[in-house]
C-alpha cells in the first residue's frame, strides 16, 4: 500500500490511519505523547506554539486517540516508521520534533531508524530514554517487577489504574500540591481512549526499549528537559544518561518538577522551547 492522506489522518503503508491535529504556519514542531494520553496531551504549547509563528503538528500513536484501534503493530520500531510516514505524508522539512515519555522514545527511534534528513533539532521531556528497565546496562533502572505490576493494573482496571495513576504523574501526592480534578480526569478521559491491547503492549515498549544506538545518531542539536521530582520516569536512569550520549544534547532540570510537567509547569516550558526554537 502506498500513504495516503486526508486533512486531518495519515493512513501508512500498512492500513493503520493515524490521526494528526496540524495548526498554524511557519517551521514545523511535531509533537509525540506519553502512555496512555494521546495528541491532545499536548494543547499548551501546540496553541502557545501556533500563536508564535509556528507549524505544530501533533498525532495520536496507533491504538490511541482517534488512530486505528489496532491489534498489531505496538512495537517501537512502528511508532517509530509512523512518524516517519506521517512527516513523509506532510512533506515537512527543517523540523523540531518534540517527545514526552513515551514519545521521547519514539523520537529518538525515528532518528535512529530514518536519519536526520529532515530533522533541525529535537527535544526530549521526560523521556525513556535510554532505557527505563534494569537490566546489565542499566544497573540502577526500574525492576522489572514495577512493569508487571503496571501491567496487571492495566488487565484488572484500568479506568480505576488511569485515575490513580495520574497523582504521581502530576505530583499531586506531594505535601503542599494543589490537586486538580481537571487534570485528573482529562489524564483519565485520554487513557480511556487508547485501546486495551495497545496500552498492554506498550508497556513493554516504553520500559524494555534499548535507545542507546538511537540517542547516539541524534547528531542534532537536542534539549533533554526533566524534573527531578519525576516518580514516573527517574530522572537518574534516563535523562542525566541520556545527557551524556546525545553528540549535541543540553539538559535543563526542572526543580520539583513532576512527570506531568507539559502540564504542570507549561508556562516555563512554553517559554523554553520558544528559545531553543529560535536559538
Known amino acids: 500500500m ?3 492522506r486526508t486533512s486531518n489522518s495519515v493512513t501508512t503503508r500498512d ?37 508564535h509563528g509556528y507549524r505544530v ?10 488512530s486505528s484501534n489496532t ?12 512518524l516517519a510516514q506521517l512527516v513523509e505524508a506532510l512533506d515537512l522539512t527543517d523540523v523540531t520534533h518534540v517527545g514526552h515519555s513515551t514519545g521521547g522514545g519514539e523520537v529518538a527511534r525515528y532518528i535512529g531508524r530514518h536519519g536526520t534528513g529532515r ?3 529535537a527535544v526530549l521531556i521526560g523521556a525513556v530514554t535510554p532505557q527505563m528497565v534494569v537490566s546489565e546496562a542499566n544497573p540502577k533502572g526500574v525492576p522489572m517487577e514495577v512493569f508487571d505490576g503496571i501491567r496487571a493494573s492495566v488487565k484488572a482496571d484500568r479506568s480505576a489504574y488511569f485515575k490513580e ?21 482529562n489524564f483519565w478521559l485520554q487513557g480511556m481512549q487508547c485501546n486495551i491491547h495497545a496500552a498492554y503492549e506498550c508497556i513493554k515498549q516504553f520500559s524494555e526499549t534499548d535507545l542507546t544506538e538511537d540517542l547516539k545518531k541524534m547528531a542534532i542539536p537536542t534539549l533533554v ?3 527531578d521530582d519525576d516518580q514516573i520516569v527517574p530522572i537518574d536512569t534516563t535523562a542525566r544518561r541520556a545527557a551524556e550520549l546525545l553528540p549535541q544534547g543540553r539538559l535543563l532540570v ?5 512527570h506531568g510537567l507539559p502540564t504542570t509547569h507549561k508556562d516555563r516550558l512554553n517559554a523554553d522551547l520558544l528559545a531553543f526554537l529560535r536559538s
Open 165 to 185: 495513576l495520574a497523582v504521581p504523574f502530576y505530583g499531586f501526592n506531594r505535601d503542599g500540591a494543589k490537586t486538580s480534578q481537571g487534570l485528573i480526569d
Open 119 to 121: 530533522v533541525k533539532r
Open 15 to 51: 492500513g493503520t490511519t493515524i490521526h494528526f491535529t496540524d495548526w498554524g504556519t511557519g517551521p514545523a514542531v511535531v509533537f509525540s505523547h506519553g502512555w496512555p494520553l494521546h495528541g491532545d496531551a499536548w494543547e499548551d504549547q501546540m496553541m502557545f506554539l501556533a500563536q
Open 225 to 227: 528537559i526533566h524534573g
Open 57 to 66: 503538528i501533533a498525532h495520536d500513536r496507533r491504538g490511541h486517540g482517534k
Open 254 to 258: 526542572y526543580e520539583g518538577a513532576p
Open 71 to 82: 491489534w498489531h503493530g505496538n512495537h517501537m520500531n512502528d511508532y517509530a516508521d509512523d
Open 2 to 4: 502506498t500513504i495516503t
